[in-house]
């Protein structure tokens, strides 16, 4: 049985993310602001259908997939790029595979305990997040 992903998740830490948006090509003034936000999660984990709200005082992002069905992702105000974008389960952890423009780009979810971890990958740089449940 997959892990239980449901709620809403607070971030405590975000290391590398400039370096992060930096491979993904994200310009100078996105970046500076983008790295000082804290955003939460809000998932919604119902079977293989999950809703991954990204939310911020800067700018939102919803992500609505099924698990193991490829689809086109419109990153559009992220680094506005299109990928087809894969998300599976390996375990206990949420994999995502996106291909596009950028090698080796995507990422994965884990939860342990009351902390959910993100780790994000693109062109070999890797950031690593931590939510809290709220």
Same mark, same amino acid.
């Given at each position: 049985?997959?892990?239980?992903?449901?709620?809403?998740?607070?971030?405590?830490? /975000?290391? /590398?993310? %400039?370096?992060?948006?930096?491979? &993904?090509? *994200?310009? *100078?003034?996105?970046?500076?602001?983008?790295?000082?936000?804290?955003?939460?999660?809000?998932?919604?984990?119902? =079977?293989?259908?999950?809703?991954?709200?990204? &939310? $911020?005082?800067?700018? /939102?992002? /919803?992500?609505?997939?099924?698990?193991?069905? %490829?689809? %086109?992702?419109?990153? $559009?105000?992220?680094?506005?790029?299109?990928?087809?974008?894969?998300?599976? #389960? +390996?375990?206990?952890?949420?994999?995502?595979?996106?291909?596009? +423009?950028?090698?080796?780009?995507? #990422?994965?979810? #884990?939860? %342990? =305990?009351? +902390?959910?971890? &993100?780790?994000?990958?693109?062109?070999? !740089?890797?950031?690593?997040? !931590?939510?809290?449940?709220?």
């Amino acid at each position: 049985m997959p892990a239980d992903f449901n709620g809403y998740w607070k971030m405590i830490s /975000n290391e /590398n993310f %400039e370096e992060y948006m930096k491979a &993904l090509d *994200v310009n *100078v003034a996105i970046r500076k602001i983008a790295n000082l936000l804290k955003p939460d999660k809000d998932i919604t984990h119902d =079977g293989d259908h999950i809703i991954i709200k990204t &939310l $911020s005082t800067f700018k /939102n992002y /919803n992500m609505d997939f099924y698990v193991g069905k %490829e689809f %086109e992702e419109d990153l $559009s105000g992220v680094d506005d790029r299109k990928c087809m974008t894969t998300i599976s #389960w +390996e375990g206990d952890k949420l994999v995502c595979v996106q291909k596009g +423009e950028i090698e080796g780009r995507g #990422w994965t979810h #884990w939860v %342990e =305990g009351d +902390e959910l971890h &993100l780790e994000l990958r693109a062109a070999g !740089v890797v950031s690593k997040q !931590v939510f809290k449940k709220a």
